[in-house]
């Protein structure tokens, strides 16, 4: 019914505002004590005091109750950047490369990004959305109640499709809210290697409209990167995906700069992601626009390159930055957004709030969902991550553990952690 | 009752052996498939094909089935380094950290482990006996079946003794097993800073037989580094606690060369802990020696200091090597041994088997405990984790989850993952 009224808590910590920072700096974070929320027809009625709440829900039928046991309240993580449908499974090549195997080793052997696309190509669309339930329901345990997702394991028509086909069907019948971007210029395919503007032809003119004709996808994204897709490359088929009403997202300065940066800027992308390799005018070029800077520390983590993108310069330059765990197959293969959250503090040098910051509010507004989610304010959607402890800062400080108790999307619990058998 | 039938594994997998590697390199680990195990009073009794089984269970009484959904059975994990027993809060402080203000900022401001030895101080022995055992609550959840814990927060007799005994009051009604340290020599309390030696003095003639006369600890433990405990102050305190029976491990060489690594080896210390910056006559003093290599990840990444332990040239040298979670109040807060086997595998260059190997059997040998657990072997005590996954690889290749279906202890279910409620 999505009427919620929650006591009990230690700490309620949320950006507020609607805009990317709110219009702040990144890291203003409200940290209220004393407060109880009720929510009413899945929306956040009223936050206030015990008696202010109590005759806030003197108006409202029947309420479910919820006990917050002294925990922190804050709004649902929002993960602005997966690549949830794939098929496969690449964890022996992981192992491999572990062992001191090198990339083109795996790739001659048949791993690598392509493995994945055979594997997807192979699937069926009932496969592929198992696969997706299976890890929104993990990313819902780890806090997520409104993610992206994008395809770019099919690279030709009819796979790209299935993938968000898939993924549509997952999220119609899953509390987390997706939103889809195709990418079917995430490489171009074994097919196509001899001509790949042969294959962007194809993403411009075929797959584009099609899936913008089928209303499968918000987005459109591109890997801009150097022995990838150029500037140049990547800017046709952003600019495809506009002419079809998809707005811009892109992959940009990952390995090496690729003038990604400033292409998403000069286009009015949502958000330019990854930025390890960012130069000086890209990050000039983000910090004239309104282009979010999305940051996917996992990837470095996961991929040992041990080089992570300059957070605190792209903050200091006043860019609104968000984290995303960039679930994939290939180069961060995780759902939890607490996990990124801890390299975020621990290798991005970012505050506890800045991180906050990163995966609500900016994270929604890079999704153009800013009026809905991200902030625990009157009148949004009433989703919540209930963390133990009685103070956000408990969220950073004990890491590697499942911090998490409750969490709501629309005012209802949608996860509860259950107590051990023991 | 300890009677358990394990089917339906996607694989098995363990290394094998009672001494440290089992008298191999470190990582040679056995990985079977198709094979069934079967429990008898908490014990292993068979290992084999579906029919090897079920006959060798016709023999037993009743028996609890589990079937493993395909998942990938290793031994239970084993903690070989902890600081369990203590009291107070230092999120806020971390916070701080994360937002810039120096360690001595923060100690000025009644910050660091002053704080915690003033919060154990203070509380009754109950209140450090539920903090443990929601630590081992957590250490279970996350696959830790037997850990070593250390006192070290107390400082002065009878609050060494508090901590040691709500140790034993926490373990002797937990499922996992414990092995207590007693760590007096963890730093000078702020009364005796004028004059460290009297405090040894003290460790030395009453806490150490206090505590050993007692039955308090099996081991003896000294911080041995620059500006806490020299080389030679720490043999004096390890002296001490072998002429009482207890035998030595210790803290070596984490910030700077303090000689820890060739003094573990010269007293035939069981682990030399830490090592970020032991040196190449530290190494060969090892390699020479019996003692383990003990090596905690987690504060290298909860402190940013961004310097590892050499872990390749240890292994390299076939100095066997532990891994644990460390877990403390002030350089690594997490009971979780698989967020210590990322950042092995990810920061420390280890393999999946040799990190496998790390936190099972060489963790057990570190304890005196190779011959009861460690590894999956008929004859040994019934210590299990059922992973996810059809194989080991899975447990480094998705990071940040939590991977783990069921936990047993002596044949006994101690911890199953609940579904989620949705």
């Known amino acids: ?34 407060v109880e929320v009720l929510c009413r027809d899945g929306r956040i009625e009223a936050i206030g005091s015990p008696p202010e709440v109590a005759a806030a829900a003197a108006h409202v039928g029947d309420i479910e109750r919820l006990d917050a046991g002294g925990g922190t309240l804050v709004p649902g993580f929002v993960d602005p950047h997966t690549h949830l449908p794939w098929a496969g499974d690449r964890s022996a090549e992981f192992a491999q490369r572990l062992a001191g195997r090198s990339y083109l080793e795996i790739a001659a052997a048949g ?13 069926s669309e009932s496969e592929i959305r198992a696969n997706v339930t299976r890890r929104l329901d993990r990313m819902l345990e780890w806090g997520t109640t409104t993610c992206e997702a994008k395809s ?13 086909r898939a993924l549509a069907a997952a999220a119609a019948d899953h509390p987390v809210d997706v939103v889809a971007t195709l990418l079917a210029a995430h490489e171009t395919p074994a097919e196509h290697r001899a001509d790949p503007e042969r294959y962007l032809d194809l993403v411009c003119s075929e797959i584009v409209p099609a899936a913008a004709a089928e209303g499968l996808a918000r987005y459109c994204d591109v890997f801009c990167e150097r022995g990838v897709f150029s500037a140049a490359q990547s800017r046709r088929v952003l600019e495809a995906g506009l002419e079809h009403g998809l707005r811009p997202r892109l992959h940009a300065d990952e390995f090496a700069d690729s003038h990604g940066a400033e292409l998403a800027a000069d286009l009015g992308a949502l958000t330019a992601d990854h930025l390890m390799a960012v130069s000086d005018r890209g990050i000039e070029a983000l910090a004239a626009s309104t282009t979010i800077a999305g940051l996917l520390p996992g990837t470095s983590f996961f991929l040992k390159t041990r080089l992570y993108a300059p957070a605190r310069r792209l903050i200091d330059a006043g860019i609104p930055v968000t984290l995303a765990t960039d679930c994939n197959p290939g180069s961060s293969h995780t759902e939890s957004l607490p996990m990124i959250f801890w390299l975020a503090v621990l290798e991005l040098d970012m505050t506890v709030e800045e991180t906050l910051t990163a995966i609500t509010l900016n994270a929604a507004c890079s999704l153009e969902l800013g009026d809905e989610v991200g902030t625990i304010e009157a009148g949004k959607q009433a989703d919540f991550v209930l963390l133990e402890g009685a103070s956000l800062d408990n969220l950073a400080y004990h890491f590697g553990v499942h911090p998490i108790t409750v969490v709501v999307k629309r005012g209802t619990v949608a996860y509860r952690k259950a107590e051990a058998e023991r």
Do not use: F
């Open 1 to 34: 019914m999505g009427n919620l009224w929650i006591s009990n808590l230690g700490e309620l910590a949320s950006p507020l505002g609607s805009g990317p920072l709110g219009g702040r700096r990144q890291g203003e974070v409200s940290r209220r004590h004393g």
């Open 111 to 123: 791993g690598g990004i392509l493995s994945t696309v055979a594997a997807t190509r192979d699937a």
């Open 152 to 164: 770019g394991y099919g690279l030709e028509l009819e796979a790209e499709l299935k993938q968000l």
